[in-house]
């Protein structure tokens, strides 16, 4: 990326600029594609997150993180976005709404420097700087994370991962 608020986009194989986006970024750190290569993920140092739409030349501006997001993945079905900060949070994004749909804190764990969506979009995979790799339901609402945020209200960890091990959820 470039600090003068410009993204450029290159052909790997002919080494050679194919689309620059002016005005879209501000110290981008990564830019990852949809792999129809219609839809640009830029990556700001600040936190924020652009979604190009290069086909329909349209922008979201995704913001909720307080610090730099390292790692942006999209969904298999390319209808969401996971991010991991800095700010040790994970957070899924709805790109058709263009918000974000839950976000998860592991406190104790430092940043959040890489989440995933499973293919079926049921599970989040998060690495932390602590060097924890954790496993979070991705909707908050269904029975499983209401029954693993009540173990663990109670202290009752060991018993979630024995629950887990066991196949309970």
Known sequence: GFTTGSSLLCDARALAPVL????????????????????AITVLADG???????????????????????SAVLSADERRLVTASIDGTIRVWDLARGEATL??????????????????????VAAYESGALRVHPAAPESAMARA????????????????????WF
């Open 48 to 70: 924020g997150v652009l979604v190009d739409d290069l086909i329909h030349d349209e922008v979201t501006t995704l913001e909720a993180h307080t610090k730099l997001v390292l």
């Open 148 to 167: 693993c945020d009540a173990l663990a209200y109670f202290g009752r960890e060991e018993e979630t991962r024995a629950a887990f091990r066991d196949g």
């Open 20 to 39: 620059r986006l002016d005005g879209r970024s501000a110290s981008a750190t990564h830019a990852p594609f949809s792999r129809d290569g219609h839809l």
């Open 103 to 124: 976000a998860i804190g592991s406190p104790g764990q430092g940043a959040a420097t890489w989440a995933a969506l499973s293919a079926d979009g049921q599970w989040i």
